[in-house]
């Protein structure tokens, strides 16, 4: 068993133990995340990729959740977080001007400090490229 992330000081996180605790709701809920994500992820990062300061971050993610090497623990976290930012319903609307993206923001800190050592440099450039190139640069 892994150690865990220590996420108080008197709480650890270890995702793979939640993750075996149940076998059949977690590929069923890791399926439908990953159909929401293919549906509505690239419509909506082309739109709001000169708007949000964490679309480099979203993007990793997008590529990381679609490597074979990445535990699949952290692909369902990834998954679970892109569906959130593909969701038009959350926490604080998008639509809000000044407000409507940080709670989406908070979604991505809060997964990259848990699985951020998945990301590797080879996502991190290809998102780099798509941020240039959705930004026409």
């Given at each position: 068993?892994?150690?865990?992330?220590?996420?108080?000081?008197?709480?650890?996180?270890?995702?793979?133990?939640?993750?075996?605790?149940?076998?059949?709701?977690?590929?069923?809920?890791?399926?439908?995340?990953?159909?929401?994500?293919?549906?509505?992820?690239?419509?909506?990062?082309?739109?709001?990729?000169?708007?949000?300061?964490?679309?480099?971050?979203?993007?990793?993610?997008?590529?990381?959740?679609?490597?074979?090497?990445?535990?699949?623990?952290?692909?369902?976290?990834?998954?679970?977080?892109?569906?959130?930012?593909?969701?038009?319903?959350?926490?604080?609307?998008?639509?809000?001007?000044?407000?409507?993206?940080?709670?989406?923001?908070?979604?991505?800190?809060?997964?990259m400090a848990v699985i951020g050592r998945n990301l590797k440099s080879s996502h991190k450039?290809?998102?780099?490229?798509?941020?240039?190139?959705?930004?026409?640069?």
């Amino acid at each position: 068993m892994s150690p865990g992330k220590k996420v108080s000081p008197d709480v650890t996180f270890d995702a793979a133990e939640v993750i075996a605790k149940d076998h059949a709701l977690v590929p069923s809920v890791m399926k439908l995340n990953e159909q929401r994500v293919e549906r509505g992820f690239w419509p909506k990062i082309a739109r709001v990729v000169a708007r949000i300061p964490f679309a480099k971050d979203a993007l990793s993610v997008w590529y990381c959740a679609r490597d074979d090497d990445t535990p699949i623990a952290a692909k369902g976290m990834m998954l679970a977080a892109l569906a959130y930012f593909v969701l038009p319903v959350d926490a604080i609307p998008d639509f809000i001007a000044g407000l409507g993206y940080t709670d989406d923001a908070a979604v991505f800190a809060a997964l990259m400090a848990v699985i951020g050592r998945n990301l590797k440099s080879s996502h991190k450039d290809a998102a780099r490229r798509d941020i240039a190139r959705l930004r026409g640069e």
